[in-house]
């Protein structure tokens, strides 16, 4: 589930402000810039797994009305073929979940 706006913003506020007091990041803008920065990569990480679990629940859909080999479509596990569809989909594009 994704986290609402307001979430974001305050996961942000916290990295920025962290970064800041432990001097591990030395601000040449706003903070609100650098926090709006924050926000919009937070943000679209979330859009990007959202579309890699759209595609792998359409992918394991299709997976298990198309059938394995050996294996009844009634013994396959719609959500399990959806975690490794995702994992593979993710690992394709270099993403973390």
Do not use: C, H, Y
Not at 22 to 42: G, K, W
Request: hydrophobic share 45%; no cysteine.
């Amino acid at each position: 589930m994704r986290p609402s706006a307001a979430q974001v913003e305050r996961v942000a506020e916290a990295i920025v402000r962290r970064l800041v007091t432990t001097q591990m990041l030395e601000l040449t803008a706003a903070e609100d810039v650098a926090r709006a920065r924050i926000t919009a990569l937070l943000n679209k990480n979330f859009d990007e797994e959202a579309e890699i679990e759209r595609e792998a629940m359409a992918e394991a859909a299709q997976l298990v009305r198309k059938g394995a080999p050996g294996i009844r479509r009634e013994d396959l596990d719609l959500r399990r073929v959806e975690q490794l569809v995702k994992q593979r989909l993710a690992k394709a594009r270099g993403f973390a979940l």
